[in-house]
Nanobody
């Protein structure tokens, strides 16, 4: 059974940083990608970033480009989301997801097969 477990969320002030982790168990991913999504209260879940396991290609939402960095440690089957210069509008529950999305669908929820339970990130202004 594949499980994704996020950690690293918390309450910080605007301008601070956080590093989220997502540990994958039950399967070793050598293909496909890990994505990060977020969902703010009253809003739909939205794409944040994705990294492909082979080649380490990364893509970001425009709203986080230049502030967030996605990475992965294949040996540990773990993905990371380094979030710098946090803003109040980054407040959301952050989810990691794993799957095999093709480039045109990498921002779409349906392209991912496995999801974590989410970790809360709250940024106070």
């Amino acid at each position: 059974q594949v499980q994704l477990v996020e950690s690293g969320g918390g309450l910080v002030q605007a301008g601070d940083f956080l590093r989220l982790s997502c540990v994958v168990s039950g399967r070793t991913f050598s293909r496909g990608a890990m994505g990060w999504f977020r969902q703010a209260p009253g809003k739909e879940r939205e794409f944040v970033a994705v990294i492909y396991w082979s080649g380490s290609n990364t893509y970001y939402a425009d709203s986080v480009k230049g502030r967030f960095t996605i990475s992965r440690d294949a040996a540990k089957n773990t993905g990371y989301l380094q979030m710098n210069s946090l803003k109040a509008e980054d407040t959301a529950v952050y989810y990691c997801a794993a799957g095999n999305p093709i480039i045109p669908t990498m921002k779409r929820i349906f392209a991912y097969d496995y999801w974590g339970q989410g970790t809360q990130v709250t940024v106070s202004s």
